[in-house]
Structures are given as C-alpha cells and as structure tokens.
C-alpha cells in the first residue's frame, strides 16, 4: 500500500511454497520506513547462522538504512527424520503447491496492475483523449472485480488485455505530444524571422511516467 512505514518479517524453516505448510521460527518487524508509493521501498533480508546453531535475520530498508534483525535459537536442531519428512512433504506437494504459488503470483500481478492502471490515469489526466482512457478504465474495473472473486481464468485473459491497452493508451501519448512539437515549430519559426519580438521554439515536455518496482519476497 502507499505510505507503508512497517513491514513484517517471518522467518520460516522448510520446503514447501506456501508459508503455513512450513515451521515458524519467529517474527520481527521493521519500523521507521520513509512513506513512499507502494512499491517503491525495497528490503533487504540476510540470513546467517553460526558454529553453535544460532541464526541471526537482519532486514534493511535500502532507502533509510534503517535495520532490525532477530536472533533465533535451535534452528538447526532438527533429526534427520524430521528432515527427510520434510523433503518427502514438499515432493509429494510439488504440484499442488506449484499451483497454489502461481495463483497467488497471478493474483499479485493482476492487483499491482489495477494500481498502476488506476494511477496512469489519474497522472495522464486530459493529454489523452477520452475513448482511450474509457477503454482502460473498463478493462481495469473488470480485472478488478475479477481478481476479487479470484477468478483465475478470467484473471489471466484481463490481465493481457489491460497491459494490452495501457501500452495502447502510452503510445497515443506520445504520439499527441509528437503532434504538439510538430505544430508548434512553424509558428516559432515565423516569429522569428517576422519582426524580431521574440526567438526559440517552445516544445511540449515529455512527461515522465512513474513504474512502480514489483516487489520481491525473500524466505
């Protein structure tokens, strides 16, 4: 979300996807994170464990240098058994769990997507015209709604189909903005050369639109 000033760590200890189906070893939580757009703060996770068994977390927010870090004991202290039943869980789990993980992957992409379509908008404002934003705005409504009732399918088809129309509506930008410069060369031109009043050309700025980083999650 926009403005997040924490974020949680979970450590775990395991083979499988998803983060139930594995030991939890301890949470810790990191403060002081600069409000920033979702998406924009990036955090580090190291993992170190020494000669006697104990594993030390750290993570770190790139953009403050603020740090916290956890120390968890015993995490080393599984029997053998105990750790051929979890090699042969995740084995036997591959497939469901390889599924579930692609779905939850899905349904990240599809939310990061309604975000940056929504805001795309929003920033454009009228530099496009408006047949070209009704069609985005439709696409995204409808991958939104999609994406709440987790329906997968029609997640997957939406998805393609709302990029396909934002790199739509990004081209008609430039394409306009192209026709601005165009148009305002002559008139510069004949200022100048007329009586002298005034010199240059004035050109339209290319905007520059923002992409928000897709996070990483790091187990």
Same mark, same amino acid.
């Given at each position: 979300?926009?403005?997040?000033?924490?974020?949680?760590?979970?450590?775990?200890?395991?083979?499988?996807?998803?983060?139930?189906?594995?030991?939890?070893?301890?949470?810790?939580?990191?403060?002081?994170?600069?409000?920033?757009?979702?998406?924009?703060?990036?955090? @580090?996770?190291?993992?170190?464990?020494?000669?006697?068994?104990?594993?030390?977390?750290?993570?770190?927010?790139?953009?403050?240098?603020? @740090?916290?870090?956890?120390?968890?004991?015993? +995490?080393?202290?599984?029997?053998?058994?105990?750790?051929? /039943?979890?090699?042969?869980?995740?084995?036997?789990?591959?497939?469901?769990?390889?599924?579930?993980?692609?779905?939850?992957?899905? /349904?990240?992409?599809?939310?990061?997507?309604?975000?940056? +379509?929504? /805001?795309?908008?929003?920033?454009?404002?009228?530099?496009?015209?408006?047949? +070209?934003?009704?069609?985005?705005?439709?696409?995204?409504? /409808?991958?939104?709604?999609?994406?709440?009732?987790?329906?997968?399918?029609?997640?997957?088809?939406?998805?393609?189909?709302?990029?396909?129309?934002?790199?739509?509506?990004?081209?008609?930008?430039?394409?306009?903005?192209?026709?601005? +410069?165009?148009?305002?060369?002559?008139?510069?031109?004949?200022?100048?050369?007329?009586?002298?009043?005034?010199?240059?050309?004035?050109?339209?700025?290319?905007?520059?639109?923002?992409?928000?980083? @897709?996070?990483?999650?790091?187990?």
């Amino acid at each position: 979300v926009d403005g997040q000033t924490n974020v949680e760590i979970h450590v775990l200890q395991g083979e499988r996807e998803m983060a139930s189906d594995n030991k939890s070893l301890g949470t810790f939580r990191l403060d002081g994170i600069p409000p920033a757009p979702r998406g924009v703060p990036q955090i @580090e996770v190291t993992f170190d464990i020494d000669a006697n068994g104990i594993l030390s977390v750290t993570a770190k927010d790139k953009g403050s240098g603020k @740090e916290q870090s956890i120390s968890i004991t015993g +995490a080393s202290t599984l029997s053998d058994s105990e750790v051929d /039943k979890m090699v042969k869980d995740a084995e036997s789990n591959a497939s469901a769990d390889k599924e579930k993980r692609e779905r939850i992957d899905l /349904k990240n992409e599809c939310e990061t997507l309604v975000y940056q +379509a929504e /805001k795309q908008l929003g920033e454009l404002g009228d530099k496009v015209d408006a047949d +070209a934003k009704t069609k985005v705005e439709d696409k995204r409504v /409808k991958l939104q709604e999609a994406t709440k009732e987790e329906n997968y399918d029609s997640m997957k088809t939406l998805k393609d189909e709302l990029q396909q129309e934002l790199y739509t509506l990004g081209a008609s930008v430039y394409q306009q903005e192209g026709a601005q +410069a165009g148009g305002a060369a002559p008139g510069a031109d004949a200022g100048a050369n007329g009586n002298g009043a005034s010199s240059g050309a004035t050109g339209g700025g290319a905007s520059d639109d923002v992409i928000d980083a @897709e996070f990483t999650e790091t187990k």
